[in-house]
Nanobody
Framework: VQLQASGGGLVQPGGSLRLSCKATGMVFSRSAMAWYRQSPGKQRELVANISSSGTTNYRDSVKGRFIISRDNARRLVHLQMNSLSPEDTAVYYC????????WGQGTLVTVSS
């Protein structure tokens, strides 16, 4: 299983970014997918997940601002992030469980003016 995340960068407060993660090596349509993030000095935390059937869950602090979605045909999971604040600054990781937990390499999101 390989997970390749992309889409991070520098954005001003109030701005938007869209992260994408390409998954290979497993039956993507049967796999739940998730986005985590880790800020310096903090533990990695779950941001959002999406089941194989499309059911979504979000941590409270991103509800109404972030949207997780999946494209099974292209083996992609996206995280649309709107109304970004400096508190969203972190390395974002996509993840899945396929026999064991797999992690992508992470993509850095920096929210700063």
């Amino acid at each position: 299983v390989q997970l390749q995340a992309s889409g991070g960068g520098l954005v001003q407060p109030g701005g938007s970014l869209r992260l994408s993660c390409k998954a290979t090596g497993m039956v993507f349509s049967r796999s739940a997918m998730a986005w985590y993030r880790q800020s310096p000095g903090k533990q990695r935390e779950l941001v959002a997940n999406i089941s194989s059937s499309g059911t979504t869950n979000y941590r409270d602090s991103v509800k109404g601002r972030f949207i997780i979605s999946r494209d099974n045909a292209r083996r992609l999971v996206h995280l649309q992030m709107n109304s970004l604040s400096p508190e969203d600054t972190a390395v974002y990781y996509c993840s899945t469980f396929w026999g064991r937990t797999y992690w992508g390499q992470g993509t850095l999101v920096t929210v700063s003016s």
